[in-house]
């Protein structure tokens, strides 16, 4: 898997909202398949210095889609309701003192957008 600086407009937002809930010794890296991961140090008993996943972030197909071919304007208020929705899940559900093997794993899906 390759991973990236560059982000999609929707992960950069959602960077920006969810960044300062994790250490500074966290980053915000994209996927080749689009998932935002927050990587950094997790300490592991055999593994001291590895790196990995905190958390990561998906939008599924559907709201993918409906996100491409949305108006401007519905576009801009999809993103806010799905940055609100999974920013809260992230900010709830992190625990940083709480760092395993596995990531926290939050997608969004159309449900959010439909209420």
Excluded at 74 to 80: F, G, I, K, P, Y
Excluded at 90 to 104: M, N, Q, T, W
Aim: hydrophobic share 40%.
């Amino acid at each position: 898997m390759k991973l990236y600086t560059n982000f999609s407009e929707f992960n950069r937002r959602i960077t920006d909202a969810l960044i300062p809930t994790f250490p500074a010794n966290v980053e915000a890296l994209e996927s080749d398949d689009g998932k935002l991961l927050f990587r950094g140090p997790i300490p592991l008993a055999d593994y001291p210095t590895h790196i990995g996943t905190h958390v990561a972030v998906s939008l599924d197909k559907e709201v993918r889609v409906a996100l491409s071919e949305a108006l401007p304007a519905d576009r801009e208020e999809m993103m806010e309701i799905l940055i609100s929705n999974l920013g809260t899940q992230v900010r709830s559900k992190y625990d940083p003192s709480k760092i395993g093997p596995f990531a926290l794993d939050v997608i969004g899906n159309m449900n959010i957008l439909r209420g």
